[in-house]
């Protein structure tokens, strides 16, 4: 059974760092494509980002390309959301996100295995 297990959420004043952690289980994670989604209040859940499992490729949603940093280590199982220069319009809850397939994809419904959630929240 697919477990992803999220921690590393918080309150962060703006300008500040977070780092969030995404512990699998159940898989083979190296050959899996991990990313990161977020929901704010009122809003959809959209993607953030995403580290593939072909050549290690990293993918960012525009709105936080040059802060947002993922990266994964296979021998934990684990990928990292490395977050700094945070805005008050980053606050949201954070998801991790797992599928199996080759091919890169930003959509939603196309990840099978979701975290539980963690809160990011950014004071100004």
């Known amino acids: 059974q697919v477990q992803l297990v999220e921690s590393g959420g918080g309150l962060v004043q703006a300008g500040g760092s977070l780092r969030l952690s995404c512990a699998a289980s159940?898989?083979?994670?190296?050959?899996?494509?991990m990313g990161w989604f977020r929901q704010a209040p009122g809003k959809e859940r959209e993607f953030v980002a995403a580290?593939?499992?072909?050549?290690?490729?990293?993918y960012y949603a525009d709105s936080v390309k040059g802060r947002f940093t993922v990266s994964r280590d296979n021998v934990k199982n684990t990928v990292y959301l490395q977050m700094n220069s945070l805005k008050p319009e980053d606050t949201a809850v954070y998801y991790c996100?797992?599928?199996?397939?080759?091919?890169?994809?930003?959509?939603?419904?196309?990840?099978?295995?979701w975290g539980q959630g963690n809160q990011v929240t950014v004071s100004s």
């Open positions: 996100a797992a599928r199996f397939g080759m091919v890169f994809t930003s959509t939603l419904g196309e990840y099978k295995y």
């Open positions: 159940g898989g083979t994670f190296s050959s899996a494509t």
């Open positions: 580290s593939g499992w072909i050549g290690r490729s990293t």
